[in-house]
């Protein structure tokens, strides 16, 4: 496990409010966090995030009092029609081959299967278009066959980042939002 660094926790612990805005700008480059206080904000860069920080950074920002959760980074076009300039996530699919929500399971990571029914929350004013998010299994590049799987099943956005964040912010109890800017 790669456990989130005190210095980040100790960042945490001093940040007010109900609500942070997390924003994933992926990169070539190792992990580098920074945070603002006012208004609340969690900038993350890097190419691999540790897996187990999409559960540890909710739980924590949980653990202080902090319950809303948006989410922005980039998710993948899959589209014909030129992208929208931005995308709020309504919901995901992950089909993944091996599935994996199988084993035993392992207690000290909590509730092995959590329900996902309404994990997303969205501004019902908002003027951007909602989309299912396709949760691919990497940052590669998606195989024709994924990309029409993808595409059968309704989704236009596809992200390999954006579905643990929701889960890590169901488990923690939280309200979890996604924007998304759509790439080509």
């Known amino acids: 496990m790669n456990q989130i660094p005190e210095k980040l926790l100790s960042q945490i612990s001093q940040l007010g409010g109900d609500t942070v805005s997390i924003i994933l700008r992926p990169s070539d480059g190792d992990i580098d966090i920074s945070l603002s206080h006012d208004p609340p904000v969690i900038e993350i860069s890097g190419r691999e995030i540790p897996e ?21 980074g980039p998710a993948k076009w899959l589209g014909d ?62 195989g024709d066959e994924e990309r ?3 595409r059968s099943a309704g989704c236009l956005l596809a992200s390999h980042i ?15 939002s996604a ?4 790439v080509t």
């Open 81 to 142: 029609d030129p992208a929208p300039r931005e995308a709020v996530i309504s919901d995901h699919i992950a089909c993944h081959v091996p599935s994996p929500l199988t084993g035993s399971g392992n207690a000290r990571f909590g509730q092995a299967f959590i329900d996902m029914r309404g994990a997303y929350t969205f501004d019902a004013n908002s003027s951007s278009d909602r989309y299912i998010l396709w949760h691919t299994v990497s940052d590669g590049e998606m």
């Open 148 to 150: 029409a799987i993808a």
């Open 179 to 182: 924007v998304v800017i759509p």
């Open 52 to 72: 187990d920080w999409y559960i540890s950074i909710p739980q924590s920002l949980s653990n202080k009092g902090i319950q809303n959760i948006k989410l922005s």
């Open 162 to 176: 954006i579905a643990p964040w929701a889960i890590g912010a169901r488990a923690a109890g939280s309200t979890f």
